[in-house]
C-alpha cells in the first residue's frame, strides 16, 4: 500500500469521527504535508520513536496512525498542529491521554509490556464491537 493511499484511509476516519464529535475535519492538504514530512524524516513515531510502516497486517503495532495530541475529550480540536502521527500502537494506548502525560507514562514500559497492553486493549475493542453488532441483530 502506498503512503498516500494509507493516508486517505486514515484521514477518512478521521473526517467520520470529527462530523461524530460535531467538528469541522483538519485540513487534508496540510496534514498531507505533515505525513509526508514525517516520512521523508524516517517515519519515526512522535511518542515512541519507533519505525513506522505505512501497512501491515491488522492488529499491528508499527503502522503509521494520525492521533490528536489533545484529545476531543479533553478540549483538543483537529487544528493541523493538535494531530500527530505516530504508531497505531501508542495511539491505541494512549487512548485519551494527553500527549504530554502518554510520553511521561512511556517512559516507565518496557517493550514488551506495551506489546501486551496493545493486544489487551486490542482484545477489548474487539469484544465491544462485536457486542455493539449483536445488539442491532
Known amino acids: 500500500m502506498k503512503l498516500e493511499e494509507a493516508f486517505n484511509s486514515r484521514y477518512k ?12 475535519p483538519p485540513g487534508k492538504d496540510e ?8 516520512f521523508l524524516e524516517g517515519f519515526s513515531c512522535c511518542y515512541c520513536g ?21 484529545p476531543f ?3 483538543g480540536d483537529n487544528a493541523t498542529q493538535n494531530i500527530v502521527v505516530c504508531c497505531y500502537s501508542c495511539n491505541i494506548i494512549k487512548g ?5 502525560t502518554f510520553k511521561e507514562l512511556l517512559k516507565y514500559i518496557p ?3 506495551k506489546r501486551k497492553m ?4 486490542w482484545k477489548g475493542r474487539l469484544a465491544d464491537k ?7 441483530v
Request: charged share 25%.
Open 13 to 24: 476516519r478521521l473526517v467520520e469521527r470529527s462530523q461524530k464529535w460535531g467538528m469541522e
Open 31 to 38: 496534514l498531507w504535508q505533515k505525513v509526508e514530512m514525517c
Open 50 to 70: 519507533c519505525q513506522m510502516m505505512v501497512h501491515q497486517g491488522s492488529p499491528s503495532l508499527e503502522v503509521f496512525s494520525l492521533d490528536h495530541y489533545i
Open 73 to 75: 475529550a479533553l478540549g
Open 96 to 100: 485519551t491521554m494527553t500527549g504530554d
Open 111 to 113: 517493550a514488551e509490556l
Open 118 to 121: 496493545f493486544v489487551e486493549i
Open 130 to 136: 462485536l457486542d455493539r453488532i449483536k445488539g442491532e
